[in-house]
Each structure stands twice: as C-alpha cells, then as structure tokens.
C-alpha cells in the first residue's frame, strides 16, 4: 500500500527539451567561457538516450524554441512532485515562456497543476530540493519568498523550508540527493553552510556525501524498480576528485554522464529534465 | 488562629477529602487504593477506615467535627442526604464509580482512575502515587468521613449513571448554584483560613459539557472546586481510554482563546467564567501512532485529525486529502459494496476537507474500494500511518512577530519550536538546542545553545499579542518538552521561596512513561462505537450534523441526518473548480483575515502595563523597611571568577528573610557586575517565654569562588525556607494561577533538569517524614548541601509565631525612583530577577505614576496573581531576590537567512566572574517543629538611583505546647550597581529589626552575598 511520501526516487516518466541555437550566445550565463553548441547538443542527447534507453523511462521531448536560449533547462519552469505540477514562475524575465510548453506536456499527463499567477512571486525548479520528506527552497537571485510560499501551498504536506543561497545560482548549484536521506554536498563554505541550515530547518537526519567540486554535487538521483539505486552523475573528466566519493556508493548503479558544455551556461544535470511518476503515491 | 499542624493539615485534609469523599462509597477497591496511598499517614488511613466502617452512617467521624461544620453541610447537602436509601446499586462499580463521586470532590476521579489502573499496572500506580498521589491522596480524612456520613445515601442513589439520577442532581443544584454565586463565595472565605476541612460543605455541583472528539456532548457535574485533573478522568473513563496522556481538556478563555485545562489546578479558577464548556481533544500527537497500545486511543486520535483535516488546521494535499477519507470511509462503514443501495451517496455530506469537492469526493469512493478487506482498526492505522508524515501533524501554531515586527508562526511540536513565516519554515530549534525558554510580558524567548563554533549562547526572541499568549505558548513549550524529551517530569519550582514567575511545569506523565504503562496494559480490547457524527457536520460553521454510527466491523451503516437548516450541505457544484487553485485562494483569504484580525488585535494600546502586584503589596502592607542608601561607588567589590556560566542564572534565590542584595554596577558598556547579598534575619518571640537570643556566627560558609557551589548553597538555604514556611501546595497553586505573573523561564536542557531532580537522599528523608509532598516539591535542590547549618533550620524554623501583624512598613521616600526601566529595557532580556525589583518601585515616589490606593485592597495577592489566590486570608509569599545574572549577549536570529548573512559577533560578551558569599549568624537552635506556612507580611521596595532594595517580611506563628511563638523572617535584597557598605546595611537591618520588635530576639543572620565582576574583554 504506497501511502504517502512513498518511493522517492520512482519514476516512470521524464520530459526533456531540445537545445536551441540561440544557447550558445544568448543564454544566461555567470561565466563568459564559449560554448560548443554541437558538443552540447550531443552531450544531451547523451543525457537523454540514457534516461530513454539505460533507464528506461517514457520521456516527452518537448522541441527547442529559439526564441527561449535556456529552454533546455526544463527544471526551472516546474516542480512535479507526486501527481501534481506547480508551474513556476522563472527568476528571470527572459525564461517566463518556458512554462507555456511544459504545462502542456504535464497536463498532457494528467498530473494536476498549479500555476504561480502571483506577479510577485518567481521560483526556479533549480532552488527546489525535495528530499522525499520534504522540500528545501533556496532563496536566489531566481527564486523569492513569495515564489516559495506558493510552492508550499502546492505541496501541503510537506514542510517547506526556506534555505539563502548566497553564492552560485540555485540552491541545486551544489547539492542534490543521492538517494533517500542522502544528500549530496558540496564542500565550498556556502555549499555547507546552506547543508548545516538544512540539517537544522529539517526533523528528519539527513547523511551527506561531500563532493570536492560544488558542481558535481548536483546529480540526478532515481529509484527503478529492478535496477534499484541509480545516479547520474558529472564525469571523471570533468570532475575527478568527486567521482571518486561517488564510487564509494556500492549500493548505487553509477552513471557518469558528461556535461561539459551546458555547465557553462549555468547548466547541471537535474536542469535538464523533470521526471515524474505517473503511478505516485496511490 | 491556626496551629501550625492545623493549618498545613487543613490543606492536606482538603485535598484527602476530596478524594476520599470520591471514594466514600465505593467498593473494597476503593479502601485499598486509599490505604495504599496513604499508607504514609496512618491517620488518614484509620480514618478511612472508620469511615468505610461506618459506611453510610459515618458518625464516628462526624463527631469529630464541629457542630458547624455539620450544620454547614446539612445545609448544602441535606436534600441528597435524605433521598434515598444507599444499598441499591450493588453491580454498577463503576457506574458509581464515575457518577456517584461528582458530588464529592475533586480527587475522586483520580482515585477511581488509579484504582483500575493499579489492578493492570503497578508500576503506573506508583508513579502516579508520587507525583499526584502522594500530594493528593493523603488528605483524606474528615471530609471523607463527612462524605461518608452524609453523602453515601445519595450517592448511591445517584450513582446511576442513567440520565435520571443527573436530573435529580441538577434539580437540587439549582439551589445551591443559587446560592453559590455569592453566598457560596462568602462560605468558602469564612472557611476557608483554618479549618478548610470545611470546605467540603459548600460544595456546589456544577455541569460540565464536555464535547468529545466524535461531536458528541457529555455532560457530567463536578463539584465546583473540582480540579481538572478529576473532569479529564472522568472523561477517560467514560471513554474507556487508559493511554490518556495523549489527550487533555481545553476550554475557551474570557479571550476566546483556546486553553489546556490544568489538570492540577482548580477548574473555577482556569475558566473564570460560568461557562463550563470544555472539549475533550489531543494534547501530544504521537510521533509515531502505530506504537500506541490500544485500539481505541488510535481510533481517538483518528477521530481528531480527521478534525484538524477537515477544518484545515492540519493542510494536506488533494491526494491526501482523498487517501485520508478513504481510510475514514473504510473504518467508518467498512468495504465498498457497489450492490447497496449506496449510503456513500452522501459522502457529499462529510466533511474531510475545507474544500471538499466532488471530484475529491469520486477520489475518495474510488480509493476506498481499494480497501476492501480491511477492518476498522487497519483502515485507522493506516489513516495514522499518512497523518503522522504530514508536516504540520501535531505542530500548534502561535501568532508572534519576530524582532523586526514581521508576522510569523512559532509551532510547537515534538521535535521542538518551529518558525514559520507564512507557510514557510525559516528556521527550527530542536528541544536539544534549547537551553531555556522563557517569557517576559509579551515577550517570549528561548536561549540557544551555542552550535559547534560558536562558544556563546545566543537568545533569540518573539513578540506575542499579550503577555498571556507568551506565557501560553511558554506553557506549552514546558508541556511538549517536558512530554518528549524527559524521561519523568520535571518538579515544579516549589522550593523557591519567593518567586517570580510562573512554576508550572508539566505535571502528567511524559511519552516514556506512558509508553511504558501503556506497554502493562492488559484488557481485552474494549469495544467501542466508531461514529463520525463531529466531522460529519461542517464544523466550522456547525452546518449539518448526521451522526453515523456503526457496529464494530461496521457493516452496516446507517446515516442520521440531522441537518440544520444553516447551513445546507455543501453543495458540490460550486466546488468543481481546480482544487488546487482553490485551496490557494482560501488560504490567502484565510491569511488576508487573519491579518486583518492581527493587526486589529494589535491595533489597541498594549494592554495597560499590569498593575504591579508588587506595588499593590507595598503600600498594602506593614512593611519594616531597612533602608540603605550607599554613594554610588562603581568600584566592583572583590573577588574572584569563575568562569561566566549560564547557570548561574539559574541559581535560585536563597529564601527566606534573607536580606539579599544585589548590585549590579552597571560599569560603562555591556560590563555588568552584580552582587547579591543576602541577609536572613529571623527574629524569634516566644509569648511564654522569650527565647534567648544568641546569635552564634556561623562560619560562614566558605566563600565559594566556585559558582556551582555556590549555587548550591543557595538552593539549601531556599529548600530549608520552603519547608518552614509555605505550604507547597497552596504555593504552587496560587503561583500557577496567576494570570498576571509576568515571566516564567524553563530550562528544557535534560540535564539541567536532571540535576534538578537530584534530591539529596538526608534532605529527603527529612522531607518524607514530614511530608511527602514537601519531599516531592524540594526536588530542585541540588545534592546533599554542605550547609548544616541551613539544613537543619527548617526544622527551628518552624516554630513559633505569633503573628505580628504590626509590623509597620516604611517607606522611604528618600530613596529615587530610578531607571529601571531603562536599565531593564538595555538590558538583556534573560534577566528576569530584574523584574521583581523594578516592579517594586514604590508608588509613593509617585514617579511611576502608580497610586498607591490600589494596593490597599489586596494584600494577599501575590506577583498579580491576587484574585486567583486562594480565599484564604494567608498572605502569600513573594519572591523577589534576583539569582545572579549573566549577560549575554542577546542576539536574534529569526530566520536563517538573516543568521547567514550577519555573523552573530559574539566577542561583546563579557566574561563574568561570579563570587558567591553566604554567612550565616544563628541563634541557638530552637527545638524543631513542624514546618508551619508562613505568611508574608509584607513586601516592599525602594528603589534609588543605583540601588532596589527589597524587604520581604514573612511571618510565622506557631502554637506549640501552649506556646504561642512568631517568628519574623525578613529578606532583604538589594540589587545595585554600585558597591553597598554590607556591614552597614546589615547593622541596620538588624537595629530595625530590633527597633520594631524589641520583644523578640534575632536568632539568625544569614548573609548571601553574590557578586558578579564583569571584564571586559577588550
């Protein structure tokens, strides 16, 4: 009998989006270094054969709009946790319309949905951390309090604590989980400041798996039935010393995925798709 | 005039005879039980025996009593007494058990609760036996035997729980009720000093409704002073739940604020008001349902979470919502069976949800076939299983703003104090991280313990509405950390002598201990009715009630309507919108009003500053009045450190007429430096024979430089205080139910408390064969004391009195009015002691403005708490000696946003030195007596730029083998911030003291010096 708050991690589903030309040049970005388009195309189409083929999830390829260079970062525009969708309001201006599409494809699956309509309100998926206990939303230069508390109004059964994000883009900039009641970490100081407030806003214990580099910290994290743990996570070429903390986990089927290329544009891992269980909770 | 045993009897008497009056007439059990109890006191024990002996009749012991007191009865009980013939129940035990007592007492219900729980559960028993019982139990005797004597016969004939017999009940009440407005009251005062026994004859009945969590109104009569405790019994036993600590009584206040009925406490004195309304609900959500015992408490707590769901107290999510219901549907009316002629056709007409819809509705029809095959009790734990994971499960909200005046939520829970800002959680403080919780007026703050980097302790706090909303939130911090986190309760702050503040603690059983009775309980499961009437109706604008019961494996169901015409069921149709965005829509609406009702509750001029009960007493009362007046030196008298630990603000005052001061010299910047000092000055007259006064100079005991010990020190001296003088009981009653008390702190740190309930085996021993009460209330003191010197004092102390009640007050008007509250508003917080001194100031000074006038009418009043004490002429003690104080550095950090981005600077932090000094002069040892209550005489302070003097005059009488004795204890504190002359200051408390009562001797001088040298660190 799944009841409540049972099985993280599962999921049946993924909807990804297409990368558009325009990423290259006009996607928002804190760092200035050039980005490969083709090398990121294939570096997501990588991404995406593996939650297709090696995972076996039903994914929803929503097609690139040019006129939206950070479409691709489908995270952002919704939080789909159990059977219902919040449909975000994106931190920045120029992201807005990336909701428009995903609302479609999640309605499309029946999941129930939620619009942030409040024009004061803004959330990016990427500040949101849901533990399977509860939700961690960070406080960004993309997410407001007001975009938090229309989150926690979404979700009422869970706690949802809000966490500042002083340094790095979203609160998912240098953490993620690594499975149930384990959270990956970064080891700069925000990176473990931002865990000790978690650790201290949450009931439940949470372990953490400290990572040298807070940009790997952020994986994607899954619970399939007859594969059991699986992790998606940064390259040893990308990022050496972590992926060695990453082999500690023996429980866990590890699945180095490379991502070179969207990191520049402020990309990482969970950006690039929001999964969903379509048999959730009941 | 009161001997001294008289009076503390009388106490204990009153409280025996409630119970025992309860038990009068029941079975064997109810004798053992007693004599269990009792055992202590082979009085109480034979008299219970007599009176059991004389059964109905009773007269052996109504001879006792004196003629007026019978007449006394007679007039209030008589036309029950003569009704009928006792003998005719015989088979209704418990029947009897529940109705038959509600004319006696309060105890009763406790009796009979333990008694069946015994039988099941000693350990329980005994646990309850030393906590409640022990205090309760003993004072059985008259009143019993009254009871016995008059009541039996109507007892029994009202026994019957049936409806009949309550008829008769309130037919005859309406008398007495009649009377009870006034002439009860002036009965009960005419009483109630001395001979309190009394106290049974005026008993008035009064009805109790008591909502219950299926919707359904139980009506029972209690007697007027019944305490909680006996209607929260009554209750569990009519709903057959032993895992009663989970639950409680709430009441609505004359603030429509919803409160926990004390079960210690007189229930009167709680509601003050004439509204005998109560709702049966759960107090302690358990963390983790499936670990309770029973059945029937889980299908309880079900019953109100389904209340907490349906009224959005408890939010969840639209699947939740479905899931929840399906469970309900499945323990309520059992599988799904698609063949009926579908009673689930009304599911429009249950409430599971604020915005219950139809498309929730479908989900919840579609989720209960799901079930099929599982009984009540699954579909119930299952329903417990999702419940307990849902966030705000068990967390009780409180409006409070955070420093910089923004709105939030405290909620408090299991796992500690939650802060909430709108829905979010900004930040959680675990019961471990909380060092002490404490309230001030409207102020609500909790000390936390420094993280692993930080070395200082940081305050953070909470406005509240009121100080009555602090304190109740203080209150049910103590009640949730005292439940899940200690392995006993902690002992209420009897010991103190004079106190400021609240004592309350919590005085059931925590988690473990109720786990581990619940873990003996052994009964076959009882059967029990499930109905689902209360959620059924839309509670929150009582729109219509269907009742739906249904037999154990609930097959067959069927629905009462009992609509009201208010409100028609909700009607689906208007409930199809998206329920997502329409749940978000109300709980912004909900949040607009609730704003609105915020700042419109806020709007009003912060309640007028209470008047200060210190005040009212000062003018009021005869008071000696040692003055001292000292230059302001800001030399910072000797001594040496040890290291500033916070403990020392725990320190409790040394009690007793100790002239204690404290100073607090105020050097530049955060630097504080206090000293306290006290002077015990115990004059001792014996009307036979004067005593001699010698006055034998104890070494004093060795100055401390060590703080702990110290500490301790002091706490001897308050613990030998208590015993002579206050009955703890009265003590603790009349603290606890002072609305107006003003600040209360706690310190939840388990091992505080442990320490706390370390109870130095002699001391106790001592306590014990006095009583076990006191034994119970000196708990706080520390380990065996190295002052023999104090320790043996109670025992001289109680004797002699003879009340004095001449002692004249005087004022000094000399003395400034000062800045006290100023002092008081840069000052941190935490120090409570403060308090009591600036309050004090003297009205005539005129400065603060007070009028003296006020004061005059109520001297028995203590801390405000003055129409909430007792009847009883006794004045009550005051406290006010300020434990030394160490600063810290107040910091507030209401979110962890702001705590992120300012590092808390702790390097301000003074380091303080405290030195503790107590000398003790006594006179030679007066032959031992009992403890005898003491009566406050007078309080008084005076208030001058640098320093407050406080004098506390207390006074006891005793009659001892034809010898009328008073002894006058004063306790002078003195708190300044700048060095006092303590040769002088005591010299002349003495030379007053002698001046004022030339015929009585000084047979003891403590002084208690503690002086705090702050250093600046920089």
């Given at each position: 009998m799944a009841g409540l708050m049972a099985g993280f991690g599962h999921y049946t589903h993924a909807v990804v989006r297409g990368i558009p030309a325009s990423l290259a040049k006009e996607a928002l970005r804190s760092s200035q270094a050039e980005v490969d388009l083709a090398q990121a195309l294939r570096e997501h189409e990588a991404y995406v054969e593996v939650l297709r083929t090696r995972l076996g999830l039903e994914v929803v390829e929503l097609p690139a709009d040019e006129s939206l260079p950070d479409c691709v970062f489908v995270e952002d525009a919704a939080v789909v946790c159990g059977d219902t969708a919040l449909i975000t309001r994106p931190g920045a201006e120029s992201r807005r319309r990336e909701t428009e599409a995903m609302k479609d494809a999640l309605k499309d699956l029946n999941l129930n949905i939620v619009e942030m309509t409040d024009e004061n309100a803004t959330l990016d998926g990427g500040d949101v951390l849901f533990t399977g206990r509860e939700f961690f939303v960070g406080l960004s230069k993309r997410t407001n309090q007001r975009g938090a508390e229309i989150l926690a109004d979404a979700f009422k059964d869970y706690a949802v604590s809000t966490v500042p994000v002083m340094e790095g883009l979203h609160l998912k900039s240098f953490c993620s989980m690594g499975g149930p009641g384990l959270i990956i970490i970064g080891s700069s100081e925000p990176a473990q400041k931002a865990l000790k407030i978690m650790q201290q806003m949450s009931d439940h214990r949470y372990d953490k798996l400290t990572v040298a580099d807070d940009l790997a910290a952020n994986c994607v994290y899954m619970n399939l039935p007859n594969k059991g743990h699986v992790l998606l996570h940064c390259t040893a070429d990308q990022f050496p010393e972590s992926v060695k903390v990453f082999e500690k986990l023996k429980d866990h089927m590890l699945i180095p995925v490379s991502n070179t290329e969207k990191v520049k544009v402020d990309g990482a891992l969970t950006c690039c798709s929001v999964l969903i269980n379509k048999k959730a909770n009941l | 005039m009161t001997t001294e045993a008289g009076s503390e009897k009388a106490e204990e008497v009153k409280e025996k005879a409630e119970e025992s009056a309860a038990q009068t007439d029941q079975s064997e059990k109810a004798t053992e039980e007693t004599q269990e109890v009792t055992k202590a006191e082979s009085e109480v024990n034979e008299k219970e025996k007599e009176k059991e002996k004389e059964g109905k009749e009773g007269k052996g012991i109504?001879?006792?009593?004196?003629?007026?007191?019978?007449?006394?009865?007679?007039?209030?009980?008589?036309?029950?007494?003569?009704?009928?013939?006792?003998?005719?129940?015989?088979?209704s035990k418990v029947t009897q058990e529940e109705e038959a007592p509600a004319p006696e007492v309060n105890g009763h219900a406790e009796e009979v609760e333990e008694k069946e729980e015994v039988k099941s559960e000693q350990v329980r028993e005994k646990e309850e036996s030393h906590s409640n019982a022990s205090a309760d139990t003993e004072p059985v005797k008259e009143e019993k035997v009254e009871e016995s004597a008059e009541k039996s016969p109507e007892e029994t004939k009202e026994t019957t729980e049936g409806e009949g017999a309550e008829e008769e009940k309130k037919g005859q009440q309406p008398e007495g009720e009649a009377e009870g407005g006034e002439g009860g009251e002036g009965q009960t005062s005419i009483f109630q000093s001395p001979l309190r026994l009394v106290r049974k004859s005026k008993m008035k009945l009064v009805v109790c409704h008591v909502t219950l969590l299926d919707g359904t109104d139980f009506t029972c009569e209690v007697e007027k002073r019944a305490k909680g405790q006996y209607l929260f019994f009554k209750m569990c036993e009519h709903l057959n739940l032993l895992e009663k600590d989970y639950f409680g009584l709430t009441y609505i206040d004359t603030h429509e604020q919803k409160c926990w009925l004390d079960p210690t406490k007189e229930i009167k004195r709680q509601i003050r008001s004439n509204n005998w309304q109560f709702s049966f609900n759960v107090k302690f959500y358990p963390p983790d349902p499936s670990l309770l015992t029973e059945d029937i408490t889980r299908y309880l707590l079900c019953l109100q979470l389904r209340e907490d769901v349906a009224s959005g107290r408890l939010p969840c999510s639209f699947v939740t919502h479905a899931l929840l219901g399906s469970y309900t549907l499945q323990a309520e009316f059992g599988d799904y069976e698609p063949d009926q002629p579908r009673p689930l056709d009304n599911i429009g007409q249950l409430t599971f949800a604020p915005n219950q819809n139809k498309e929730m509705e479908e989900k919840i029809l579609e989720l209960h076939k799901s079930h099929r095959g599982m009984t009540p009790a699954q579909a119930d734990a299952q329903f417990l299983e999702n419940a307990k994971k849902l966030s705000m499960y068990g967390v009780d909200l409180h409006h409070a703003k955070d420093s910089e005046g923004v709105d939030i939520m405290l909620g408090v829970c299991a796992n500690g104090l939650l802060v909430y800002k709108d829905r979010l959680r900004i930040n959680r403080f675990?019961?471990?991280?909380?060092?002490?919780?404490?309230?001030?007026?409207?102020?609500?703050?909790?000390?936390?313990?420094?993280g692993e980097t930080e070395q200082f302790e940081s305050t953070v706090g909470f406005k509240l509405q009121n100080h009555r909303s602090a304190k109740r939130l203080w209150k049910v911090c103590v009640e949730n950390h005292s439940f899940f986190r200690l392995n006993a309760p902690e002992p209420p702050n009897k010991a103190r002598f004079l106190t400021l503040g609240s004592k309350f603690r919590y005085s059931g059983r925590t988690q473990a201990q109720t786990r581990l009775a619940s873990s003996l309980i052994d009964?076959?499961?009882?059967?029990?009715?499930?109905?689902?009437?209360k959620r059924i109706s839309r509670s929150l604008d009582g729109a219509p009630m269907i009742s739906i019961t249904e037999a154990e494996n609930g097959r067959e169901p069927h629905l009462e309507l009992h609509s009201d015409s208010k409100s028609p069921g909700p009607s689906e149709a208007?409930?199809?919108?998206?329920?997502?965005?329409?749940?978000?829509?109300?709980?912004?609406?909900?949040?607009?009003?609730s704003q609105l009702k915020r700042s419109f509750m806020e709007a009003p001029p912060p309640s007028p500053p209470q008047p200060n009960q210190w005040e009212k007493r000062l003018t009021s009362s005869p008071a000696t009045t040692i003055r001292i007046q000292q230059q302001q030196v800001v030399s910072v008298p000797e001594t040496e450190a040890a290291a500033a630990d916070n403990t020392v603000s725990d320190t409790k005052e040394p009690a007793k007429l100790n002239l204690h001061r404290l100073f607090s010299p105020n050097v530049a910047l955060t630097t504080e430096v206090e000293i306290e000092e006290t002077v015990v000055v115990q004059e001792v007259s014996r009307a036979a024979k004067p005593g001699l006064v010698t006055v034998t100079p104890i070494p004093p005991a060795e100055p401390t430089t060590e703080q702990e010990t110290s500490k301790q020190e002091v706490k001897a001296e308050e613990k030998v205080v208590t015993v002579g003088k206050e009955e703890p009981k009265k003590q603790e009653s009349v603290s606890s139910e002072s609305e107006s008390e003003e600040e209360a702190e706690y310190h939840p740190n388990v091992s505080v408390s442990i320490s706390h309930t370390q109870i130095p085996e002699e001391k106790e021993e001592e306590e014990e064969q006095e009583d076990?009460?006191?034994?119970?209330?000196?708990?706080?003191?520390?380990?065996?004391?190295?002052?023999?010197?104090?320790?043996?004092?109670?025992?001289?102390?109680?004797?002699?009195?003879?009340?004095?009640?001449?002692?004249?007050?005087?004022?000094?008007?000399?003395?400034?009015?000062?800045?006290?509250?100023?002092?008081?508003?840069t000052d941190d917080p935490m120090i409570t002691p403060d308090e009591a001194p600036n309050g004090l100031t003297l009205p005539e000074e005129g400065e603060t403005g007070m009028s003296a006038p006020a004061e005059e009418e109520e001297e028995p009043k203590v801390n405000g708490e003055a129409s909430l004490v007792e009847v009883e002429q006794r004045p009550q003690v005051i406290c006010c000696s300020e434990p030394p104080v160490v600063k810290t550095e107040m910091v507030t950090i209401s979110d962890t946003f702001a705590a992120q981005k300012t590092e808390i600077a702790t390097k301000e932090v003074p380091i303080v030195h405290t030195e503790t000094k107590t000398i003790t002069y006594e006179a030679a040892q007066l032959d031992g007596n009992d403890g005898e209550p003491g009566v406050l005489m007078t309080a008084q302070t005076i208030t001058s730029e640098s320093l407050c003097t406080t004098t506390t005059t207390h006074i006891t009488k005793t009659l001892k083998g034809g010898l009328s004795e008073t002894r006058?204890?004063?306790?002078?504190?003195?708190?300044?911030?700048?060095?006092?002359?303590?040769?002088?200051?005591?010299?002349?408390?003495?030379?007053?003291?002698?001046?004022q009562h030339p015929d009585m001797s000084v047979t003891r001088v403590v002084v208690h010096k503690e002086t705090e040298l702050a250093e600046e660190e920089d």
């Open positions: - | 109504s001879r006792y009593l004196p003629t007026w007191l019978k007449k006394q009865k007679s007039q209030s009980q008589t036309s029950p007494t003569k009704e009928a013939p006792p003998a005719e129940e015989p088979d675990a019961w471990p991280k909380i060092l002490k919780i404490s309230y001030k007026r409207n102020n609500f703050y909790i000390k936390i313990r420094p009964r076959p499961a009882p059967k029990f009715e499930r109905t689902s009437s208007d409930l199809s919108q998206d329920h997502d965005k329409t749940q978000d829509e109300v709980l912004k609406h909900q949040a607009n009003i076990d009460k006191r034994g119970e209330q000196e708990v706080s003191a520390p380990d065996a004391l190295s002052l023999p010197a104090e320790v043996s004092k109670p025992e001289e102390e109680a004797n002699r009195v003879e009340e004095d009640a001449g002692a004249e007050k005087k004022t000094d008007a000399e003395e400034k009015e000062d800045e006290r509250e100023t002092e008081e508003s006058i204890e004063k306790r002078i504190v003195i708190t300044g911030d700048c060095d006092i002359d303590h040769d002088q200051a005591l010299a002349q408390a003495i030379k007053e003291a002698k001046e």
